[in-house]
Every structure is written in structure tokens, then in C-alpha cells.
């Protein structure tokens, strides 16, 4: 359903926001050290599950706005200001990508040196997240390897939204199927982040 995303680096594609800018400051300033782990934070969470609810309703916007089959899709094309086309929806996706970013920054400047616990902690934590949402982009985990596991997990969430944006330009209008595979794939990353700050929660309050 995805074809092969075109970012090379974390300030890529049509926009360099100042809060990725930020983020990258703040990665280098931190001396790319070892791999930290990240207490849990209930605003992140928050915030999570905010860009959860308004990546879902996106979804069903566009789910119904568009076309089931391809002849209909080949119909609206003709359209000269179709609602299911990419202009209609590029400003939603600035946002989630925006907004993605901002839990990037968070995520970075609430980590903590390792210890012992932690290391225990991080290591549970990547078991579960690792284990329902692969790395969807290898080319911007690579370039943060060394950040927090929580960190390198909105790294993927930008990616996702990345890829659908670009997605949505090349082919200009998507089918219903395309956001019934969103919404799967944004519940299992956002869950799966959920799971690995409650598991956290849970360790912080033992």
C-alpha cells in the first residue's frame, strides 16, 4: 500500500519547521551519547492521544469523500475541484506532521541518563513497542539511533505521515480501501505507544 518514502533526513521534503530545527539542536547538543530512557510523561501521553484524534478524523473525512472502485476514481479525476483530492487535505497533513515534530522535541527533552532500572525498563519497553510497530523509516532511525526509544517512536509517526501526504500528492485522489489501511496503521502505532508509556506508569508507581 506504501511505496518507498523519499526522506533522506530529518529536515526533509517541501517544509523545514522551526520545531525541527529545534529537535535537531537539541539532538546535537546532547553529544549523541548512549541510548536514554524516558520516564513517563502523562502530557505525552496526552498529547498522543490528541494527534490520535485528529489523525482518525482526517480518515473519515477522507474516507468519505472518496471514491470506492477505480473507474470512480478515474471519473473524479475529471473533476476540476474534486474534495478528495490532495490540496483539499495537504493542510491536515501539515498539521499531524507538525504536530508529530512537537512530540518529537518532548519526548527528547524528557529523557534520562540509564541506569540500572532504567535499563531493565528500556528494555521491556522496546520489546513491546518493537514488536507491533516495526521501524517505518529506516533512513531517519538510522540518522537517530541514539535518542529515546519514545523518541524514535514519534520519528516513526512522522514517517507514517510523511509517506501518506506524498502518497496523496502522486496518486491526487485515494480510494476508500487507502484510509481503511490508515486507520489500522495509525491505531497500531498510537497503541502501541500507549502500551509502552502505561507499562512505564506502571513500573514508576512499584
Not at 507491533?132 to 519514545?150: G, H, K, N, Y
Given at each position: 500500500?506504501?511505496?518507498?518514502?523519499?526522506?533522506?533526513?530529518?529536515?526533509?521534503?517541501?517544509?523545514?519547521?522551526?520545531?525541527?530545527?529545534?529537535?535537531?539542536?537539541?539532538?546535537?547538543?546532547?553529544?549523541?551519547?548512549?541510548?536514554?530512557?524516558?520516564?513517563?510523561?502523562?502530557?505525552?501521553?496526552?498529547?498522543?492521544e490528541?494527534?490520535?484524534?485528529?489523525?482518525?478524523?482526517?480518515?473519515?473525512?477522507?474516507?468519505?469523500?472518496?471514491?470506492?472502485?477505480?473507474?470512480?476514481?478515474?471519473?473524479?479525476?475529471?473533476?476540476?475541484?474534486?474534495?478528495?483530492?490532495?490540496?483539499?487535505?495537504?493542510?491536515?497533513?501539515?498539521?499531524?506532521?507538525?504536530?508529530?515534530?512537537?512530540?518529537?522535541?518532548?519526548?527528547?527533552?524528557?529523557?534520562?541518563?540509564?541506569?540500572?532500572?532504567?535499563?531493565?525498563?528500556?528494555?521491556?519497553?522496546?520489546?513491546?513497542?518493537?514488536?507491533?510497530?516495526?521501524?517505518?523509516?529506516?533512513?531517519?532511525?538510522?540518522?537517530?539511533?541514539?535518542?529515546?526509544?519514545?523518541?524514535?517512536?514519534?520519528?516513526?509517526?512522522?514517517?507514517?505521515?510523511?509517506?501518506?501526504?506524498?502518497?496523496?500528492r502522486?496518486?491526487?485522489?485515494?480510494?476508500?480501501a487507502?484510509?481503511?489501511?490508515?486507520?489500522?496503521?495509525?491505531?497500531?502505532?498510537?497503541?502501541?505507544i500507549?502500551?509502552?508509556?502505561?507499562?512505564?506508569?506502571?513500573k514508576?508507581?512499584?
Amino acid at each position: 500500500m506504501y511505496f518507498k518514502s523519499r526522506c533522506r533526513s530529518f529536515l526533509c521534503c517541501d517544509r523545514v519547521p522551526v520545531v525541527a530545527a529545534a529537535v535537531l539542536i537539541l539532538f546535537l547538543l546532547s553529544g549523541c551519547g548512549a541510548v536514554m530512557v524516558q520516564s513517563y510523561d502523562s502530557g505525552l501521553v496526552d498529547r498522543t492521544e490528541a494527534i490520535y484524534r485528529k489523525g482518525a478524523e482526517m480518515i473519515l473525512q477522507g474516507w468519505a469523500v472518496s471514491p470506492r472502485t477505480d473507474a470512480q476514481r478515474a471519473a473524479m479525476m475529471q473533476a476540476a475541484d474534486s474534495p478528495a483530492s490532495f490540496s483539499k487535505f495537504q493542510p491536515l497533513y501539515d498539521e499531524l506532521i507538525l504536530d508529530s515534530e512537537i512530540l518529537i522535541l518532548r519526548a527528547m527533552s524528557g529523557s534520562m541518563d540509564i541506569g540500572a532500572a532504567g535499563e531493565k525498563i528500556q528494555a521491556r519497553v522496546e520489546e513491546l513497542i518493537e514488536a507491533d510497530v516495526p521501524s517505518i523509516c529506516p533512513d531517519l532511525q538510522a540518522q537517530f539511533s541514539d535518542i529515546s526509544l519514545t523518541a524514535r517512536n514519534f520519528v516513526d509517526l512522522k514517517c507514517l505521515f510523511l509517506r501518506w501526504k506524498e502518497q496523496h500528492r502522486e496518486r491526487g485522489i485515494l480510494k476508500k480501501a487507502n484510509w481503511e489501511g490508515r486507520k489500522i496503521a495509525l491505531f497500531d502505532i498510537i497503541y502501541a505507544i500507549d502500551r509502552a508509556e502505561s507499562f512505564k506508569k506502571d513500573k514508576k508507581k512499584n
